[in-house]
């Protein structure tokens, strides 16, 4: 394991990492961009995965950046949004 990976695993299991919560109206998904130790280096990677969503169709795209711990699922379909 890379010593950034494995900084980006102990940041996240104590809940320092940055992670961009990212939900879409159409298809009405949450997704979780992350980690990432600083916020900047969060930022420098955002619009590429925002411009990536916009290109496959998603729509009303708003995010937020937080430090916090997460895990698996990363994708969150709601409303009964289905895969």
Not at 9 to 14: I, M, R, S
Request: with cysteine.
């Amino acid at each position: 394991m890379s010593p950034v990976r494995a900084i980006r695993k102990v940041g996240n299991a104590l809940g320092l990492a940055c992670w961009a919560k990212v939900e879409t109206s159409k298809p009405d998904v949450t997704y979780w961009f992350g980690p990432f130790v600083t916020r900047r280096s969060l930022n420098k990677k955002l619009p590429t995965f925002l411009a990536d969503l916009s290109q496959e169709g998603a729509e009303n795209i708003n995010h937020s950046i937080s430090r916090c711990r997460k895990s698996e699922p990363l994708t969150l379909f709601r409303s009964g949004s289905e895969n």
